[in-house]
C-alpha cells in the first residue's frame, strides 16, 4: 500500500487540487520531479499559453501542435506561420487577441474566424487594436453563430468603419451577459435594425469615439437586467443628464453598480442628479468629481445599502470620510482621498465595521505639526490621534487590506505603527494580510515588526518601515527570515527615492523625502484633496478584464505588463513584455 504521508506517492486527484494555488514558476519546477508528477502537472502548465512574434524561434513547433489541444486560455499577438498550431487548438476558453498592423491583413482574419468556429466552447474574447484595425464583419458573425456558451466580449481600440461591423458586434451584445468596450472609434453610429439586450447584466462604454453620448444612453436602456454600469464619456462629449434620469432608472430597474469616469468635465452637481435619480445602489465608484455638499447629500441617501465605494480620485473634504464610515454599515470596500485623524477623534465611531478592504489617505495633524516644528518625537507623550485611530482600526476585525496613504515620493505624517503609539490595539484584525504604508512617514524599531510578525498573519507590507533605507533592509529582513512576511527590498526603496544616496554620502534620511518641504496645518485642515488621476492596483491572480476593487485589465489601452518565462533545452531566460507569467517547457529536457 502506497505510503501517502510521501508527497511523491500523492494520488493526481490530490496532486490537482494543490496545482491551483501554484505559479508557473512552481508547476514547470513540479514537472521536473517524476514521471508521475510530469503526467499531472504538465496539463496544468500548458492551461494557460501566449503566441508573440518569436515563440517559433524558442518553442519547437511540433511541441506546439501536440499540446494545442490541452490550452484553455490563449493569449495571440500573432498569426504568422501558425496555421498547424491554430488548426489544433480545439478546446479553448478565453481568446485574447492584441496587435496592431499584424492584423491588417484578411489572412489573419480568416485564421481567427476559423478558430472560433472551431471552438464552440469558448466563454470569453478580449480583442486589442490600434485604432486603425477593427474585427471585419465576418470574425464578429462567426462569434455569434459558433460560440453559443460565450458569457463576456470586451474590445479595446478598435475601429469600426461601416454599419455592418456595427451590426454584427450589437449581434453579440445581444447574447452574451457582460460586454466591454473601450476608445473605440465608430464612423457610423447608426445601424439598420433595433436591437434588444435582455442577456446583458454588466456593461462598459468607456469614450467610445463617434457615437454620441445620446446614442449610448440608448444602448444602456435596450438592457432590462443590466446590474453594472461603467460609464466613461470623452472631453468633448457631455453626458446628456436629463436623459439619463428620465430613461435609465426605468428601462433598467435592477442597476445597482454605477461606475462614472470621465465626470470632471460636468457640471458640478450633475453626478448628484444620476443618483437622485437611482436606488438603492450597492456599488458607486466616481472618478474625477468635485463632491461638493449637495452632491454628498445625494450620495448618502445609498449609505444603507453601499457594498463598495471608491472616491479615491474624486475631490472630497476629510469630513466627508468620516461621515461616510460613520454611515454605511453595509460597506465592504472602501478607497477614499482624504482623511485627517482628528476627524476621527472628534467624530462619531464608525458603522462600516464589516470592511475588508480599506483604502484611505490617512494625515496625522500632530505628526506634521511636529514635523514642520523640527521632528521633535517625545516618545513620553503618545499621540491621541495614534491612539483612537488604532482603536476605531480594531473594530474592524473582517479587515483583509488596509492602505494608509498614497503612493508619491512626498511623505505625509500619518498612522505610526509602532507599539508605543497603539499598534497592539490591532490584535483583533486575524485576518489582516496586506498592509500599505505607502506615501507615509514611519519610524519603526525592531519592538514594532517583532509584534507585527507576532500577532498578525501578514503575507505583505508595502511601503518604508522607518527613515533610512539601513534600517528598513534590517527590519525587512527580520520580517522576511522569522516572520514570512514580505516587506518592499532595498532596491525599491531606493528606486522609489529616485536618489542614489543621501546628502553627503548617508543614507537616504526623511529630509531627503522631504526636500525642504514643511508642511502647512492648514493644507490639511480645510480636507480638501487634489491628486493626478490614478488607478486602483491590478490585483495578480484574477482574470483579466474582471471588473470590481481592481482596476480593469486593458490589454490594449494600457500595459499591466509582466515577464514570461521560458524553459527550453534546460536554459532559463527572462523575456520582456509579455501581458501575463507564463512558462513553456521542452519535453525534450524531461526525457532524462
Not at 514643511?518 to 483579466?544: I, K, L, N, R, V
Request: with cysteine.
Amino acid at each position: 500500500m502506497a505510503d501517502h504521508t510521501n508527497p511523491m506517492d500523492m494520488p493526481p486527484e490530490i496532486l490537482l487540487y494543490v496545482a491551483a494555488y501554484f505559479t508557473q514558476q512552481d508547476l514547470a519546477t513540479c514537472t521536473y520531479v517524476s514521471r508521475q508528477w510530469h503526467q499531472v502537472f504538465n496539463p496544468c502548465l500548458w492551461k494557460k499559453f501566449q503566441i508573440s512574434d518569436d515563440t517559433l524561434l524558442r518553442t519547437s513547433p511540433d511541441i506546439l501542435c501536440k499540446h494545442a489541444p490541452q490550452i484553455r486560455k490563449l493569449t495571440l499577438r500573432t498569426t504568422a506561420d501558425l496555421d498547424p498550431f491554430l488548426e489544433r487548438l480545439t478546446n479553448l476558453r478565453i481568446l485574447i487577441v492584441i496587435g496592431g498592423d499584424q492584423f491588417g491583413k484578411p489572412e489573419s482574419w480568416l485564421q481567427l474566424t476559423q478558430l472560433v468556429e472551431r471552438n464552440p466552447h469558448m466563454e470569453w474574447i478580449i480583442l486589442g487594436m490600434n485604432r486603425k484595425i477593427g474585427p471585419p464583419a465576418s470574425f464578429l458573425r462567426a462569434i455569434s453563430a459558433s460560440c453559443p456558451n460565450l458569457r463576456r466580449y470586451e474590445s479595446s481600440l478598435c475601429l469600426y468603419e461601416d454599419p455592418d461591423q456595427i451590426d454584427a458586434l450589437l449581434g453579440i451584445f445581444s447574447q452574451v451577459e457582460e460586454a466591454w468596450t473601450r476608445y473605440e472609434t465608430y464612423a457610423v453610429s447608426s445601424v439598420a435594425r433595433t436591437f434588444h439586450f435582455p442577456k446583458l447584466a454588466e456593461l462598459a462604454l468607456k469614450d467610445p469615439r463617434g457615437l454620441c453620448a445620446s446614442r449610448q444612453v440608448d444602448i444602456i436602456c435596450m438592457c432590462p437586467n443590466l446590474k453594472f454600469l461603467k460609464w466613461a464619456v470623452g472631453n468633448d462629449t457631455p453626458i446628456p443628464i436629463q436623459e439619463f434620469c428620465e430613461r435609465v432608472p426605468l428601462a433598467c430597474p435592477k442597476l445597482k453598480n454605477l461606475h462614472v469616469d470621465g465626470s470632471a468635465t460636468l457640471p458640478r452637481e450633475s453626478v448628484g442628479y444620476m443618483l437622485d435619480s437611482l436606488k438603492d445602489m450597492q456599488e458607486l465608484m466616481l472618478f474625477r468629481c468635485e463632491i461638493g455638499e449637495s452632491m454628498f447629500r445625494s450620495l448618502s441617501r445609498h449609505f444603507h445599502s453601499l457594498t463598495l465605494l471608491d472616491l479615491a480620485d474624486s475631490q472630497t473634504k476629510s469630513s466627508m470620510a468620516q461621515r461616510i464610515l460613520e454611515n454605511c454599515p453595509n460597506l465592504k470596500t472602501v478607497s477614499l482621498a482624504l482623511l485627517s485623524m482628528q476627524e476621527v477623534v472628534n467624530g462619531l465611531p464608525w458603522r462600516a465595521t464589516r470592511v475588508q478592504h480599506l483604502q484611505v489617505d490617512l494625515v496625522s495633524l500632530e505628526g506634521a505639526c511636529r514635523m514642520a516644528a523640527g521632528g521633535n518625537k517625545d516618545s513620553r507623550m503618545i499621540p491621541l490621534q495614534q491612539i483612537r485611530m488604532f482603536e476605531q482600526l480594531a473594530k474592524l476585525t473582517e479587515l483583509k487590506r488596509l492602505t494608509i496613504g498614497r503612493e508619491k515620493k512626498l511623505r505625509r505624517p500619518s498612522l505610526e505603527f509602532r507599539v508605543e503609539h497603539g499598534l497592539m490595539l490591532l490584535k483583533s484584525l486575524k485576518k489582516l494580510r496586506h498592509l500599505s504604508l505607502e506615501g507615509t512617514v514611519q519610524d519603526m524599531t525592531e519592538e514594532d515588526v517583532d509584534w507585527l510578525g507576532q500577532n498578525l498573519r501578514l503575507h505583505t507590507i508595502d511601503g518604508r518601515l522607518c527613515s533610512t533605507v539601513t534600517e528598513h533592509e534590517t527590519l525587512r529582513q527580520k520580517l522576511l527570515t522569522e516572520y514570512q512576511v514580505d516587506v518592499a527590498a532595498r532596491e525599491a526603496v531606493m528606486e522609489e527615492l529616485s536618489i542614489p544616496s543621501g546628502r553627503s554620502g548617508q543614507d537616504p534620511t526623511l529630509d531627503d523625502l522631504y526636500d525642504g518641504k514643511d508642511y502647512d496645518e492648514e493644507e490639511y485642515s480645510d480636507g480638501d484633496y487634489d491628486d493626478d488621476e490614478g488607478q486602483m492596483d491590478y490585483e495578480q491572480g484574477a482574470e483579466p478584464g474582471v471588473a470590481g476593487y481592481q482596476d480593469e485589465y486593458d490589454y490594449a489601452a494600457q500595459g499591466g505588463e509582466e515577464s514570461q518565462v521560458v524553459l527550453q533545452s534546460g536554459e532559463h531566460q527572462e523575456f520582456y513584455p509579455h501581458s501575463e507569467s507564463e512558462i513553456i517547457v521542452d519535453d525534450a529536457t524531461l526525457q532524462n
